[in-house]
Nanobody, 124 residues
Framework: QVQLVESGGGLVQAGGSLKLSCAAS????????MAWFRQAPGNEREFVAV????????NYADSVKGRFTIFRDNAKNTVFLQMDNLKPEDTAVYHC?????????????????WGQGTQVTVYS
């Protein structure tokens, strides 16, 4: 059973950057697809980015494409989300998710393993 712990959130001015980390324990993530989702108050959890098990394939929500980068370091059992040119609408709790899967699903229903989340607040 894999456990996930996110870190790196915080308060940042619009146009700034943050780097989120998701450290996994209890199992290696070599065969897991890893994704980031976010949830703002009153909203449903929405897809942000996904990276497949070997890091070759990535996919992004249109709202973050060109600004966010997802990448993984399987040797460190960690996945990252580099967020640049942040906007106030990026404000949300960001959750890391993992699932044993050969693809790269973008729906939260496909993931059984979740972290508690890290708050990202962007002010203008």
């Amino acid at each position: 059973q894999v456990q996930l712990v996110e870190s790196g959130g915080g308060l940042v001015q619009a146009g700034g950057s943050l780097k989120l980390s998701c450290a996994a324990s209890g199992s290696t993530i070599d065969n897991y697809v890893m994704a980031w989702f976010r949830q703002a108050p009153g909203n449903e959890r929405e897809f942000v980015a996904v990276v497949n098990f070997n890091g070759i394939y990535t996919n992004y929500a249109d709202s973050v494409k060109g600004r966010f980068t997802i990448f993984r370091d399987n040797a460190k059992n960690t996945v990252f989300l580099q967020m640049d040119n942040l906007k106030p609408e990026d404000t949300a709790v960001y959750h890391c998710a993992a699932q044993w899967h050969l693809g790269a699903p973008t729906t939260p229903l496909a993931y059984n393993h979740w972290g508690q989340g890290t708050q990202v607040t962007v002010y203008s």
